[in-house]
């Protein structure tokens, strides 16, 4: 079966303006964008530029905009996608290095500012540290995140004002300020309860539809507002 | 993990927050009691002969003080909400803070001489 593409091209040190080429291929049965995109790259047109590394939705390389929606490449199968033209472009709020390759750096920045990691100030336990099903479940869902960045390129907020941490990096703090292992909650507390943070979420929801793990990142970011308001008491 | 102990000490936008909330949520029980009474409860003729004598008791002046204050409140918050999503030039954003400011107190002048000159 033929399908056409259209894809975004923009190479800032050749072409004045970004531009959009038709690419029309023969498909196979079960092929996602992903592979779309790899037989245009290996077979037509050498130039065009995407990330992409494990091709079964874990590494987050390939998120980008199909037919107006932030997904993976690698998840979305091309016959879900209607019988139009499938219209690819890059993540959108963020710089564009070449063609769906865009610069991550401002989302990685927001998120180092979370402390993504571990904080402990006890003596370190000997043996690994158990949690109960309940504690776990606090934070099961979060911990799926796999920082594509489909989410935070979703936001309207995020793209007016870049400053804002972004729903990725609120997940994150979400992760490990309800993790019962950890003892950074009240720092990162202090980070996120700032008017870039916290409060420049106005529940759009478009993170939520967004992400290609299914997580409901409005509901998160809904519950560290309540407590940071509750820790206002 | 943290509990819920008083951790957060300066505002940085919870209490906007919190306050948007509960001011909306005043305006929403105020809009309705309005409603009953404007429309379902006694002639459902509205003259000065019978709004006056409600007005004019002291229990609907607070109330309508209230509303004043939160419905202020709540509209100039909401405005500043939106324009801090946009507006990131420090200049530009005194200026519309003070002018947001500016209104905010016309209008409260204006609404609190009505309230209180009220008379049956
Ligand atoms: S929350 Fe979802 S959309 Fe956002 S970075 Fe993580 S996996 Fe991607």
Known sequence: MKRKFKIFRYDPEKDRKPYYKEYEIEIEDGWTVLDALNYIHWYVDGTLAYRRACR????????MRINGKNRLACKTQIKTLGKGTIKIEPLPGLPIIKDMVVDMDPFFRNLEKVKPYFIKYSPLPEEEQLQTPEERDLINEAAM????GACTTSCPSFWANPD??????????????????????????????????L???????????????????TYYIKKLQNLAVNNQF | MIGSKSLVKRNKGAMAWFLQRLTAIYLFVFLIAHFVIMHFVGS?????????????????????LLFLIFALYHGINGLWQVLEDYIRSRGLRLFLYS?????????????AVTIFSVKA
């Not at chain 1, 079964?56 to 998120?63: L, R």
């Not at chain 1, 729903?167 to 993790?179: E, G, T, V």
């Not at chain 2, 509205?46 to 007005?55: D, F, H, K, N, S």
């Not at chain 2, 002018?99 to 609404?111: D, K, P, Q, S, Y």
């Open chain 2, 99 to 111: 002018l947001l400011l500016t209104l905010a107190v016309i209008l409260f002048t204006v609404g």
């Open chain 2, 44 to 64: 459902g003729e509205v003259t000065y002969g019978t709004v006056a004598p409600r007005l004019s008791s002291p229990l609907w002046k607070a109330g309508d």
């Open chain 1, 56 to 63: 079964s939705e874990i590494c987050g390389s390939c998120a």
């Open chain 1, 145 to 148: 995140c796999i920082l594509c």
């Open chain 1, 164 to 197: 804002y941490l972004g729903p990725a990096a609120l997940l994150k703090a979400y992760r490990f300020i309800f993790d019962s292992r950890d003892e950074g909650g009240k720092e990162r507390l202090e980070i996120i309860n700032d008017r870039n943070g």
């Open chain 1, 199 to 217: 409060w420049r979420c106005h529940a759009i929801f478009n993170c939520t539809e967004a992400c290609p793990k299914d997580i409901n990142i």
